[in-house]
């Protein structure tokens, strides 16, 4: 890690435990719901990126799986597995971010019609 973002987290009290990635939902779930507040289309790119990554480095012959060490360009080894919330959770994250219409999920500035549960499964909301 580059040394001024290693100063930073540092400073902020952020900490690198591990290298690995297992295709957790939490960042893109969190770029939906900054996308969602503010419209910022830096999200969405965010987001993008994100996926390319993934694309390049956890996705295998039949799916995608864990990667060891983020800090390589390959990912390092590969696990050999795939975990359910990758479709469960990262690619629900995925579609709804890159979505037109707003027509699923939070729409700004609308009495909301569909709320989410942690593993972003659709709830209609009831009156």
Known sequence: MPTAQSD?????GFYT???FYDL???V???YYHAFVATGDEKYREWAWDAFRAIN???RTASGFTAVSDVGRADGGPKMDNQESFWFAEVLKYLYLIFQEGGK???VKGAEQKWVFNTEAHPFKVRS
């Open 24 to 26: 957790r939902p939490e």
């Open 56 to 58: 390049a480095t956890a």
């Open 8 to 12: 930073f987290y540092a400073r902020n």
């Open 28 to 30: 893109i779930e969190s």
């Open 104 to 106: 699923v999920g939070f």
């Open 17 to 19: 435990t591990a290298g």
